[in-house]
C-alpha cells in the first residue's frame, strides 16, 4: 500500500495556517490553563501521584503553540515560528515559575521517588518524545488523523 500526499489547495494551507494562528493565541483562558495545569502537576509531584501528574498534563493547553511551532516551520512562517516559539518559552518559564514557588510552599518537603525518576532523562525519554511528535509532520496528515490523534493521547499519557 503507497500513501500518497493529500493536495492541498493554496487557500486550503492559507487557511490552516491562520487557523493555527489564531488558536494559539496567548489569551486569558490560556495562561489560566496553563497555570492551573502547573500547580496540579507539582502537587502530584509533591504527592509522588503519577494520576494526578497525569490529569495535570491533560489539562495544559500547550499543545497549540507546539503544533502552530510545527506549521510554521513546514510552510516556512516566520512570524507564526516566532510568535509560537516566544509562547513555548513564556509558558516554560511560567511553568518552572509556579512549580519552584509550589515547591517552596509545601508542607512535605521531602524528593519522592516521581521527582527522582525524572531528574535523570535518558536518550529513550528523548526518542518516545520524538518519532510520535515527527508523524504530525507527514504530508498526508488528513488521511492519518485518526491514528495520529491516538499517538497524540499515548504522549500525553
Not at 497549540?64 to 516559539?85: A, D, E, W, Y
Not at 532523562?121 to 515527527?134: D, Q
Request: charged share 10%.
Amino acid at each position: 500500500m503507497i500513501l500518497k500526499p493529500a493536495k492541498l489547495t493554496k487557500t486550503q494551507k492559507t487557511q490552516a495556517v491562520e487557523k493555527l494562528f489564531h488558536e494559539s493565541a496567548p489569551n486569558y483562558d490560556f495562561f489560566l490553563m496553563l497555570i492551573l495545569s502547573a500547580i496540579i502537576v507539582t502537587l502530584g509531584l509533591l504527592m509522588n501521584n503519577i494520576a494526578i501528574v497525569i490529569g495535570g498534563m491533560l489539562v495544559a493547553p500547550i499543545l497549540s503553540p507546539i503544533l502552530s511551532l510545527s506549521m510554521g516551520v513546514v510552510v516556512g512562517n516566520q512570524k507564526l515560528m516566532k510568535r509560537s516559539g516566544l509562547v513555548i518559552l513564556q509558558s516554560m518559564c511560567l511553568i518552572v515559575l509556579i512549580s519552584l514557588i509550589m515547591s517552596f510552599l509545601a508542607i512535605h518537603k521531602e524528593i519522592t521517588p516521581e521527582i527522582v525518576a525524572r531528574a535523570y532523562p535518558s536518550l529513550s525519554y528523548f526518542l518516545i518524545g520524538l518519532f510520535p511528535e515527527a508523524l504530525w509532520l507527514l504530508p498526508w496528515f488528513g488521511r492519518l488523523f485518526p491514528k495520529l490523534f491516538r499517538v497524540w493521547l499515548f504522549q500525553f499519557l
